[in-house]
């Protein structure tokens, strides 16, 4: 199973960092997009919301989600969580590991050792 692991670079995201650290040390084949440096596409946020919620995705602890007004944080719904995030793919929860048929959201050492029979 080919993974693809998204998020931002490692060095400036810590839970992105301890998925990777996991990845390597498990000798885990994966690819890597750092999505703030290359760009989200809105091919490519669909494909993810085709899998999993947009609740799922959104992160509501981020500093970008803060930084949002009070009428977008109260009128949220798929369609505006989903323009948010492609304007600002911080708002994404980190990391995202999908093989194409599943996607994993955030990094717990239990999930990843299930989804990879560890």
């Not at 290359?38 to 947009?54: H, K, P, Q, V």
Request: charged share 25%; proline share 3%; hydrophobic share 35%.
């Amino acid at each position: 199973m080919s993974s693809t692991l998204y998020g931002l670079s490692p060095k400036v995201c810590d839970t992105v960092k301890k998925a990777v650290t996991w990845l390597d040390k498990h000798a885990i084949d994966y690819q890597f997009y750092d999505y703030r440096a290359s760009g989200l596409s809105s091919e490519l946020l669909d494909s993810w919301l085709a899998l999993t919620s947009w609740e799922e995705l959104f992160n509501k602890r981020s500093t970008s989600y803060r930084a949002l007004t009070d009428e977008q944080k109260n009128t949220l719904n798929g369609d505006s969580a989903r323009e948010l995030m492609l304007a600002n793919p911080t708002l994404i929860k980190r990391p995202v590991l999908t093989d194409g048929k599943q996607v994993l959201i955030g990094f717990k050492e239990a999930s990843y050792k299930e989804w990879f029979g560890k």
